[in-house]
């Protein structure tokens, strides 16, 4: 290997990159909107769902109760009723999504021990229906002391994240969306472009090396890889204060992993690519069980063992683990050293199998 | 060292069932401008690839510059430059860059590098463009910006695969004064081309006809194999002319050109007063000369002889 041509093919990609504005606002782009996606809008747990009170009692117990359920802010107060029936109302209409219907007999239910306050739920969106089966754990059927609202019948404790936000959870493993979804198609679109435009064939009657070309094609974004990593951690720390528990070169590291993981399946994928359409088509072929699957939105234990066998195949789910461990968890890539060596393992098989692939021949 | 720079045997590339190249067998002499003259599709891409290791020949030996292909094809690589049909250097990248590229890829040690570019830059007027990006040149600049990059390590065999396809007959001419020069300091050139002009400046050509090599000599050898059965007829009416002769006797082909119809015998038994009296028999009127033949004319009987071999062989 020639580090001379080597440079000479890092400079030149560099330097077209430069010129494609598109990709350059991808780069940057990409990290700054899935993380502010992921970050606020999609919020795995809900909080604030519109709420109307009916309270048809107004004893001092009544309201207390009430305002415990506020409290908890899986619900905030958006409209005013006086019944039921406006309550169910607002809701047909779409206004609130939660009812809280406290009956004139609130105090009399209590005591003995019957429901004592109804909730009405908007049930054609699920993921409200079940934030709002949280309410009802509230502890106001407890007959002797509502107020103890620490006696909570079933509580979920949340060790690395004790308010539970997901964001905490979410960035970590964007980091590792991010790089899986960019770092496999540049590389190999930007190998089958050349294809496409005629470059490849000017560039396999030079003496440059197979070895030079992947590896001078894959560097740059390496490069690029490691500023989008950066970007994430940044925006994360300072938008959503997410924690850095463990050493921030061990992040860097097992970043470097996945990068270097996908950039070799990239190369991969430029060997059989016909266009850069397909180029793309293949990259959505393991990008979407990489999300699916990782463990990055779904727990990984709760999938069936054929899923998480394939799961074990994708670079991701292994950088989630380890960038969680490292993150969130304060562990170093030593304590997680079986997803370090199955990343470097991949890395190994899909380099040599595109040096293999990739023939200075047309045929 | 040899005097041959190319030498292949029973070339055969097929794709599928399609015969691209069939057992074409070449001797390309070194410091020669070798021309490779041929249709749409007849195969002389698909020749020039194999001839520098880019695609595996289904059948026969080649053997460039004493190295064998397309084992070899990595050491010819440093000794040949290629300019591909299609242009291929980078649209996004400067005209300097581009031969700085070119040039750093080739082996060119630094201070060699900065001074062959800019030799090469004023050699193929390309000074006031070379912050120019690529892409934007026009069509002819690009051919001379290609021309210098596969130039750029002074190779010893230059293939050159359409070169003049989109330029105007001026730079044409330019881009031809050029390859002489190269050929001059020892430099082989292979050129295909699809014009009969540019083949007609070549010191060897071969004429391919749909993978087949029809014929092959210097263009005075070839022309001069058709002495005798060349003529120009210019009569008045030249499209009833035309009709009258084209299936006259010993006539092979007619082909109008302006006003004037170029008449192609099967021998050179015929004279001019044989033309003169089928006409008259038509009731025609005409002038008729022997004329010397050109190199359209051995194409015309090459791709027919061929057409008569495959006939004779179905
Ligand atoms: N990769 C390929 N796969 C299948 N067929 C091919 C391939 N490359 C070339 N051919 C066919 O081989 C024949 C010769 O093609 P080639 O490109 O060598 O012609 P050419 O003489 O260069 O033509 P042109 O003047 O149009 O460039 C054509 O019929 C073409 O369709
Ligand atoms: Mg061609």
């Known amino acids: 290997m020639n580090l001379r041509r080597l440079w000479a093919i890092m400079i030149k990609e560099l330097r077209q990159l430069r010129r494609d504005r598109v990709t350059l606002a991808m780069i940057m782009g990409m990290p700054v909107l899935q993380l502010i996606l992921f970050g606020y809008a999609i919020n795995l747990n809900l909080r604030y769902l519109p709420a109307a009170v009916a309270d048809q009692s107004q004893t001092a117990g009544s309201r207390a109760a009430v305002q415990d359920l506020l409290a908890s802010e899986v619900i905030e107060q958006h409209a005013t009723a006086q019944t039921p029936q406006q309550l169910i109302d607002l809701l047909r209409q779409g206004r609130i999504s939660v009812g809280i219907a406290v009956p004139p007999d609130f105090e009399r239910r209590k005591l003995d021990g019957r429901e004592a306050i109804q909730v009405m739920v908007d049930g054609s969106d699920n993921v409200v229906q079940s934030a709002a089966g949280q309410l009802a754990q509230y502890p106001l059927n407890q007959p002797d002391d509502f107020h103890a609202t620490t006696e909570t019948p079933i509580s979920v404790v949340s060790f690395y994240n004790p308010e539970r936000r997901s964001a905490v959870n979410i960035v970590p493993g964007l980091i590792g969306v991010i790089l899986t979804m960019t770092m496999v198609l540049f590389t190999a679109v930007a190998i089958v472009r050349e294809t496409e435009r005629g470059n490849m064939e000017l560039l396999i009657t030079t003496p440059v090396s197979r070895t030079e070309l992947m590896i001078g094609k894959v560097l740059p974004y390496a490069g690029i890889g490691l500023i989008q990593t950066t970007l994430v951690l940044l925006l994360g720390a300072w938008l959503f204060q997410v924690p850095l528990r463990g050493s921030l070169w061990d992040v860097y590291m097992a970043a470097s992993l996945l990068v270097l993981a996908n950039l070799s399946l990239g190369l991969l994928i430029s060997t059989r690519a016909k266009s850069q359409f397909q180029a793309m088509q293949m990259t959505f072929f393991v990008f979407l069980p990489s999300i699916l699957l990782s463990g990055f939105m779904f727990p990984f234990a709760g999938m069936p063992t054929p899923a998480q066998w394939i799961a074990e195949l994708l670079p991701l789910t292994h950088f989630i683990r380890l960038i969680r461990g490292i993150m969130l968890r304060g562990a170093d890539l030593s304590d997680l050293w079986p997803d370090s060596l199955a990343l470097l393992a991949f890395i190994a098989v899909m380099l040599t199998l595109s040096i293999r692939l990739f023939h200075k021949r047309l045929d | 060292m040899t005097d041959t720079a190319i030498h292949a045997r029973g070339l055969t590339k097929r794709f599928g069932t399609l015969v691209a190249v069939n057992a074409v067998t070449l001797d390309v002499p070194r410091a020669c401008v070798y021309g490779f003259l041929g249709p749409n599709g007849s195969g002389k891409s698909t020749t020039i690839r194999m001839l520098c290791g880019l695609l595996t020949p289904t059948e026969g030996d080649i053997e460039v510059l004493g190295l064998h292909i397309p084992q070899q094809a990595e050491q010819l690589k440093r000794r040949i430059g290629y300019m591909t049909q299609k242009f291929s250097l980078f649209d996004d990248l400067s005209v300097r860059q581009n031969l700085e590229f070119l040039a750093t890829v080739q082996g060119l040690s630094r201070q060699r590098e900065k001074s ?72 082989t050139i292979l050129v295909s081309t699809h014009y009969m002009d540019e083949a007609e400046r070549c010191h060897r050509l071969a004429i391919l006809d749909r993978g087949n090599l029809v014929a092959d000599g210097t ?30 006797p010993g006539v092979l082909s007619v082909a109008q050109i302006g006003n004037e119809l170029r008449v192609l015998m099967r021998d050179n038994r015929a004279t001019v007063d044989t033309l003169r009296s089928r006409l008259a028999s038509a009731g025609l009127e005409g002038d008729t000369e022997a004329v010397s033949p050109s190199l359209e004319d051995v194409f015309v009987v090459a791709t027919h002889q061929q057409q008569q071999r495959e006939e004779q062989a179905a």
Do not use: C, I, M
């Open chain 2, 116 to 187: 062959r570019v800019a030799e090469l830059l004023k050699r193929y007027h390309l000074d006031d463009r070379q912050e120019q990006l690529a892409g934007t040149l026009s069509g002819g600049q690009k051919q001379r910006l290609a021309l210098a990059g596969a130039t750029v390590h002074d190779p010893e065999l230059l293939l050159l695969d359409e070169p003049t396809s989109a330029v105007d007959p001026e730079s044409r001419r330019d881009f031809w004064e050029k390859l002489f020069e190269l050929a001059d300091t020892g430099t």
């Open chain 2, 219 to 248: 263009p005075k050898e070839l022309t001069g194999e058709l002495e005798g059965r060349t003529f120009l007829v210019r009569a008045n009416s030249p499209r009833a002319a035309r009709d009258a002769l084209a299936d006259a």
